[in-house]
């Protein structure tokens, strides 16, 4: 794995994606055991210390579970767990309430100042997202590609302030914990369709200038990664989105 470049962090983090896409793509069967931390340092070309951060991280998220002295398994039903602040991260459940406060702000705004600059990067990420949406092997893509949508959409409300807080809500760098989160979220095709039809009604509200219509549509596409993250069995029951 290249290491040049990369933080700690980032070096941990990209080993769970990883793990994650290997999980979703079969590899890693639910009920699976995963190899040890020596095992894994070899495969991905880290250190041991590295791939033990990879796997509490993926623990914390719920993807995992550490059976100690017997080894690291698949859960069958991944799901967040009560999550708070911890040495890697702030708490999710933080980051999705103040999302869900400032983002139908920003792309009502965005609307307001319909910029083509803008219209073409968000519909450049959209086109790719919907290449690569049906191949779990791209996970960890799809996954940049709808966290720069949102810094991307920012950057067109014409408030350095506002942008640059969305911009931090959406760093992979800055909440590594969120990041590993939202791809176990949109490890279904069904999810990552739903975060893909999402983001073309936001194109589509913010192409238009509806201001109403942009802010509602990012209200209900946060709503449901809440849902989709916080509360799973209710997700089943509704339309999915990640």
Not at 209 to 238: C, K, N, Q, W, Y
């Amino acid at each position: 794995m290249q290491r040049t470049g990369q933080s700690r962090t980032r070096l941990y983090v990209a080993v769970a994606q990883q793990l994650l896409t290997a999980i979703a793509t079969g590899e890693y069967l639910p009920g699976t055991r995963l190899p040890g931390d020596r095992d894994l340092a070899e495969r991905l070309d880290v250190s041991r210390a590295t791939a033990r951060e990879a796997i509490l991280a993926l623990e914390l998220v719920g993807a995992v579970e550490v059976r100690h002295g017997d080894g690291t398994y698949v859960r069958a039903h991944p799901a967040v767990e009560a999550i708070e602040e911890t040495a890697l991260d702030v708490a999710p459940r933080e980051l999705i309430e103040a999302r869900r406060s400032v983002e139908p702000a920003v792309a009502a705004l965005v609307a307001t100042r319909v910029d083509t600059d803008t219209i073409t990067r968000l519909q450049r990420i959209v086109d790719e997202s919907a290449e690569i949406v049906a191949d779990p092997a791209a996970l960890t893509r799809f996954l940049a590609l709808g966290l720069s949508f949102h810094a991307e959409l920012a950057l067109g409300c014409g408030n350095t302030i506002l942008s640059g807080i969305v911009g931090q809500f959406v760093s992979a760098e800055s909440h590594p914990l969120w990041v590993l989160i939202n791809q176990l979220a949109v490890s279904s095709m069904a999810a990552r369709q739903g975060q893909l039809d999402d983001h073309r009604r936001i194109v589509a509200a913010i192409r238009a200038g509806d201001t109403a219509e942009a802010s509602r549509v990012m209200t209900d596409h946060l709503a449901a990664v809440d849902t989709v993250i916080f509360h799973p069995a209710a997700s089943e029951a509704a339309p999915p989105a990640s």
